[in-house]
């Protein structure tokens, strides 16, 4: 173990010092649940139809139906068409009276929205009709946004530190979120979205690091649940702020305001005592250690800060040596697909909320919730059935869900509801898995490389989520029928992974011993209840375990 290990052991794993690293989190991620779905409400299905208003030139007294019924067509149904007018003519009212309009043509003037309705993005931008695919298109431009956080600031992370990206990334959500409130044509909504998506990787990815080179290893998973659990109360909150407030340049606002209050408690945040020790910054970790041990109210052994003394970095492992080892070829390529199947399976039910038939806010604050005690449940499926099968059956469920759901008719919302809040437990279950799974499953020279790698694999599929979305135009079951389809198939590949339950974390890239074979070795030795030294001589304790 580093000296930094060494004297956090001493300073201890989650004392008040990191109670309070954890509760800081709190703000950013109810924002994040905030900047990740927002969207949903700010794009409400309301009735409209063309703006035909040149009528009124020659028919100045005519009311309103008598306009409608000379200027729009109607569909199969007697509805009037949505994306369609009869053409403008020259011609007097009597005329138009007498031999009517047959000449069709789209809304070249606009639309005609209900009075009533609040401002929305749907009413200010016209995302109807030939524009209302830029609805999805913004949302697959959000997650492009994501996935270049994730390649922007996870190596400036390691090159300015923790602090200052977690400082940065506050500040272009906070500045770019209230930014988009006030926007003026919709292209440059997509590129404020895009900045805020970049910011809300660098806030979750560096926070995550923050925090896990503070908390002891036991503790880890406590702080990743609580992270999570925070994620989904800030999608409860959505729900009730989206339903108070209709307007969407003040719902905006509402939602993206809060996070300057970091700000506020920004000089409480410390930087990673790890991080400063690899640039040499020993001084710096003292006094940031010492700190901790006084909040801790924990004393550090005399002389075991005088130790401590900038570490020595071994050269990292690169993506291509993922793919050099046979059985590290077999993880990552799975993983990389369980990873996009995750993505794909909850972004697909997360973003379709306002088509279960259901009212959206209930719908929304149902799948914030269910979230909660899926983050818990999946802790004591993990300790029960293992990872592999945790991780198969979870995928497998998600898929099943989604399937199942393509087969319920229109008029029978509340059963599709029922399932979609069924796959979005096992779809969030499945998520959390996957960060234990994959931790254990890659070597520790290559730990951060492969998750790194599983990370892209994800954004690419929340990119890709909102597009096949669009493919219902074709007909409503396919958007469902892919998310369910790639889980099950991802599921089945699960199978082909070694269990990692109970083994040691491999720090090598497993030259004499891929994973299956750890794993069946650390059984072995612990039936006999002891392994042989090495140099023949006495017997040692059985094989040591990593529980999560």
């Known amino acids: 173990m580093s000296g930094v290990g060494e004297i956090l052991k001493a300073v201890g794993d989650f004392g008040p010092f990191q109670k309070r690293l954890v509760l800081i989190a709190v703000v ?54 949505r994306c369609s007018r009869y053409s403008p003519v020259g011609w007097d009212l009597g005329s138009i009276l007498a031999y009517g309009l047959n000449a069709t043509e789209s809304c070249r003037d606009g639309w005609v929205y209900p009075s009533a309705q609040p401002p929305s993005l749907l009413t200010e931008f016209d995302l109807v009709c030939d524009r209302k695919d830029l609805h999805d298109i913004s949302q697959s431009v959000y997650m492009l946004g994501l996935f270049l956080g994730s390649v922007i600031f996870g190596p400036l992370s390691d090159r300015i530190g923790r602090r200052p990206v977690i400082l940065i990334s506050i500040f ?220 198969a059956l979870l995928l497998l469920l998600s898929g099943l869900v989604c399937l199942v759901i393509t087969g319920i008719p229109e008029d029978q919302p509340v059963v599709t509801t029922v399932l979609a809040i069924i796959g979005k437990f096992t779809a969030s279950a499945a998520f959390s898995t996957s960060y234990v799974y994959s931790a254990e499953l890659f070597p520790t020279v290559l730990r951060q490389t492969g998750l790194g790698m599983c990370s892209m694999s994800a954004r690419v599929s929340g990119i890709m989520a909102p597009l096949i979305l669009l493919l219902d135009q074709y007909h409503p079951v396919i958007p469902m029928a892919i998310f369910g389809s790639v889980s099950v198939v991802v599921g089945l590949l699960c199978f082909l992974l070694p269990e990692t339950r109970g083994t040691e974390l491999a720090d090598d890239m497993g030259d004499s011993h891929p994973p299956a074979e750890v794993r069946e070795n650390a059984n072995s030795s612990s039936e006999k209840g002891h392994v042989k030294g090495k140099d023949g001589g006495q017997d040692n304790e059985c094989t040591k375990t990593t529980y999560f």
């Open 28 to 81: 950013p991620c109810l924002s994040v649940a905030f900047q990740q779905f927002c969207q949903l409400f700010m794009v409400p299905n309301v009735p409209h139809h063309c703006d035909t208003s040149w009528i009124r030139a020659v028919g100045p007294n005519l009311t309103e139906e008598e306009q409608l019924n000379l200027t729009l067509p109607r569909d199969a149904d007697g509805a009037y068409e």
């Open 172 to 391: 272009l959500q906070g500045l770019f979120g209230v930014g988009t409130a006030f926007v003026p044509h919709f292209y440059v909504y997509m590129a404020f979205r895009c900045v805020v998506g970049a910011s809300v990787t660098g806030i979750t990815m560096t926070l995550l690091s923050l925090a896990a080179e503070w908390i002891g290893v036991s503790q880890r998973p406590k702080a990743v649940l609580i992270s999570h659990c925070c994620f989904a109360l800030g999608e409860m909150i959505l729900a009730g702020l989206s339903y108070g407030i209709r307007h969407w340049r003040l719902l905006q606002i509402a939602g993206s305001a809060p996070i300057f209050a970091f700000f506020f408690y920004m000089r409480v945040l410390p930087e990673s005592a790890r991080w400063l020790v690899t640039k040499g910054r020993v001084e710096e970790a003292k006094q940031l250690l010492q700190k901790a041990a006084s909040t801790n109210k924990c004393t550090i052994p005399a002389g075991l800060l005088e130790q401590l003394k900038p570490e020595i970095q071994s050269k990292p492992g690169s993506v291509l040596d993922l793919f050099r080892k046979k059985h590290l070829r077999k993880v990552t390529l799975i993983m990389s697909c369980t990873w996009f199947a995750d993505s794909l399976a909850y972004y697909g039910l997360s973003l379709n909320v306002s088509n279960f038939g259901l009212d959206i806010y209930l719908t929304q604050l149902a799948f914030g919730a269910v979230e909660i005690p899926s983050r818990i449940v999946c802790i004591f499926i993990l300790q029960w059935f293992g990872r592999k099968k945790t991780q």
